[in-house]
């Protein structure tokens, strides 16, 4: 079943989705037109996710957080209840960061993060899904509103799990952690054409050593890594789902040169660009 709420005027969306066997493919092409978040709750056995063509175990009764640039699909939709929604229907107001589309839900680790619910929290998921369904088929003018007010309670529940399963206890509120937030967050806006560690280090008036040596202490890839893997991520996205030249991929990826990117691209994968394409390899 799908249940979806839309303002044409600010073209906001929400949508929730379950019991639904072929929703998930979120092709990244050209013509891709529903740029959406997605929150996905399992609520059946363990079973698989693949993401940009790598595959993953997705436990049971676990929820996964999807960005917009995702390609995924599960093994078995139809147990998986998912949240999707874009930024102009969450991210038209000025929310609190920690729970904010550019939140830790996120932005804050370079992994994916499956965060497990206890009998408690699945209680109050339960109920929010619930909750959302009576809101979808009650259309009134505070309908957005309560829609988004309920969206704004599961993304605080899955940010709470989320960091106490993903951070150690004793850093759990060090404020050094927005910083990594912040340049995650700007990775992403920037990368295609900002490749150097320094651009980034700047907007957030930090020395490219200092982002180094937080990146270090906290255990993530250094800020470079970061960077280059985006990149690289990107360039394989278009690979696969587009029918980009690898010389069109180097020019919206920001380099000048496509047999520089053609050799960035090697060294990071070990397969040229055609190579990848051919074989749909992924490393």
Partial sequence: MKLSYKNFKTTGECRLIFEEPAFDWQFYGRDRKDILLTIAWNKG????ITIDNIEYDFPANTILSLMVNQTFHFSHSTDIVAWQFNREFYCIIDHD????CVGFLFFN?????????????THKTDLLQQMFIEEFETVDNIQEDMLRMLLKRLIIIATRL???QYVPAQVINDPKLDIIRQFNVLVETHYKKEHSVKFY???INRSPKTLSNLFALYNNKSP??????????????????T?????????????????YFSNFFKKNTEFTPSDFRSNGVVS
């Fill in 45 to 48: 056995e363990a079973q698989k």
């Fill in 97 to 100: 960061k920690e729970v904010s």
């Fill in 109 to 121: 680790t370079q992994q994916q993060m499956f965060i497990n619910l206890n009998p408690e929290n």
């Fill in 162 to 164: 989320a960091k106490t």
């Fill in 201 to 203: 280090a700047d907007q």
């Fill in 224 to 241: 470079l890594t970061i960077i280059q893997d985006r990149i690289v991520l990107e360039a394989k996205r278009l690979l696969l789902y």
């Fill in 243 to 259: 029918d980009k030249s690898a010389k069109e991929i180097a020019y919206d990826l920001g380099f000048e040169d496509a047999a």
